[in-house]
């Protein structure tokens, strides 16, 4: 870790931290970029921007169990098929189900095709978020 790094690990969580426009976080008592090795003598540890951390933090992981448990589609998920997939699919087949089936009573309906593209995005934008969560090992 560089200096600048590190100096920012304390600097960004003190009481004596200031903001410059063209040097960033600086300390307030030395208006200048601090300059220490290990630990800052002067470091006054600011609570509210801890606290503000702990709560990000927790509504991260919070939001990620919700999207898990959004995700699960009774029990499909174990074979990689979340809502955005099963949702898509049933889309389609409902569509397609409607056109033909208004075909065979000679009737053109106009929604089955609105019906088909939303589903088939739907589908894709479904298979697109599991490749994704693949990727990044959430599953």
């Given at each position: 870790?560089?200096?600048r790094?590190?100096?920012?690990?304390?600097?960004?969580?003190?009481t004596?931290?200031k903001?410059?426009?063209?040097?960033?976080?600086?300390?307030?008592?030395?208006?200048?970029?601090?300059?220490?090795?290990?630990?800052?003598?002067?470091?006054?540890?600011?609570?509210t921007?801890?606290q503000?951390?702990?709560?990000?933090?927790?509504?991260?992981?919070?939001?990620?169990q919700?999207l898990?448990?959004i995700?699960k589609?009774f029990g499909?998920?174990?074979?990689?098929i979340?809502?955005?997939?099963?949702?898509?699919?049933i889309?389609?087949?409902?569509?397609?189900?409607w056109?033909?089936?208004?075909?065979y009573?000679g009737?053109?309906?106009?929604?089955?095709?609105?019906?088909?593209?939303?589903?088939?995005?739907?589908?894709?934008k479904?298979?697109?978020?599991?490749n994704?969560?693949?990727q990044?090992?959430?599953?």
């Open positions: 870790m560089n200096n790094a590190h100096t920012l690990s304390f600097c960004s969580q003190c004596n931290r903001f410059d426009f063209k040097k960033g976080i600086i300390c307030g008592l030395i208006n200048d970029i601090p300059n220490f090795q290990n630990t800052c003598p002067s470091y006054n540890e600011d609570h921007v801890l503000n951390k702990k709560e990000i933090e927790h509504k991260v992981l919070q939001s990620q919700e898990n448990s995700e589609s499909l998920h174990e074979y990689g979340s809502n955005g997939i099963l949702g898509g699919v889309m389609i087949m409902i569509a397609l189900i056109f033909f089936g208004g075909q009573f009737v053109v309906y106009f929604y089955p095709p609105i019906l088909f593209i939303s589903g088939a995005y739907i589908l894709f479904g298979i697109q978020r599991r994704l969560r693949k990044k090992n959430i599953l």
